[in-house]
């Protein structure tokens, strides 16, 4: 349990100096058990900050959407940086931005929360949908202990737990300069069950799967907007020349931009799950991005995310990497 | 679909400059016979082949894309092709796994004097998609606007 006086205190104390801009964290949203992003710019707005297990959003993502406008003539930019509090996933988003130079290290000042797993809120949306006052959840053990109208319920870690958080590897942040709690060991793994039940089935099964679902994509680009790892200033899909994917709503262009989207996370992907969690028709874009990230770990042993010092992987080669699909 | 025999696939080739450009046109003017369904495109490098390439290849009403270089350790820009292997390694897998026939991506290495190479792997390559018949996942239902 991260110590909310404590978290407080420290954002209190981080805003105040005088090399901080922001404050990126977390505060409670304005209905059912929801949390939103939270901006804090000076130190009166720290007391409303809070860390539970609804805290899902990945604040990296705030970090690189900001849009950098020109200095004004005569005017220095503002360098100064931003701090930002990150759970285990969040920050290996830091580490894949870090790791392809889209900012310095000293720009940023990570908080760091060890995290034992946050909660899936469609899962809890089923479970409980008239909740409409704010409510709040918490973690105690192995339940999740939800309390609103006054009434406390306890439901099963897993019946509402978050999938990415069931197979997390990396419930510590990676990269920090202050930890809000102590260190969480790693308490799951991943086997890409799914990955591989679905590589399985035969060409026309899995087509039949995936056209079913892309057909369902209205192509809103909330999986593009939400993603930590999609911060290109001028993007593939907004490009006219060459437009590489028409705007029309069908099959063809939405396989075409999720064959796109997906390629672009390959090695870059770092598992946080938010475009699936944001997707409005419920595509489960996870299991395309899971294909790349489980393949980048046993063709080329690389995990994106893990290492500051990791060249990216699609601008370096081995020679002995495999070669047994060419003629 | 292997009764179909009367499909000829429409297959894209992108050759690079230095080899496999070189080497199916060795192929020509050894008079090598070879299929007739590929139309080739050149580019200077194997590394320049963007993987959405192959993607709007078969949007745009390829039945099969092949990508071909020089052979590791051959390329003209040092190591081009050793990239687009990577890259193409995980489109390859990609498209499978979305339900893209294996035999409709290929990458093969092909040097300048190997234009008896270059027929044999056009041949299989046409073999290939005959098997799995015209592409018809995610091509463009309305090709001509």
Known sequence: MVDLTKLREMAREVISREDVREFIGYRPGTYGFRARP????????ADELIFTPACVNNLASYIVLEEKLPVKRGEEPDLRKVAVMVKGCDSRALVQQMEEKAYDRERILV?????????????????????LEVGDIALEGDKFVLSFNGSKEEVAKEELLADK???CRY??????DELLDAEVERFADDDYADVEELGKRSAEEKWAYWEEKFSRCIRCYSCRNVCPMCYCEDCVLDRLQPQWMRRSVDISENAA?????????AGRCIQCGECQRVCPVDIPLMELNRKFYHDVEELYDYEPGTNVENPPLLSTF??????DFIM | MAENNDFEPNIVAFLCNWCSYAGADLAGTSRITYPSNVRVIRVMCSGRVNPLFVMNALQQGADGVLISGCHPGDCHYMHGNYYARRRFNLMRNFLEYLGVEPQRVRMSWVSASEGAKWKEVIEEVREGIKEVGPMDQFKRRQLNW
């Open chain 1, 165 to 167: 958080c069931a197979r």
């Open chain 1, 111 to 131: 908080l760091g929360i060890p995290c034992r797993g946050v909660v899936d809120m469609a899962k809890v949306q089923a479970k409980f949908p008239d909740v």
């Open chain 1, 318 to 323: 081995k020679v002995e990497d495999r070669e």
């Open chain 1, 257 to 265: 931009y999720h064959i796109s989207r997906a390629y672009h996370l």
């Open chain 1, 171 to 176: 419930p510590t942040p990676l990269v920090y």
């Open chain 1, 38 to 45: 939270a901006f804090v710019m000076g130190p009166d707005d």
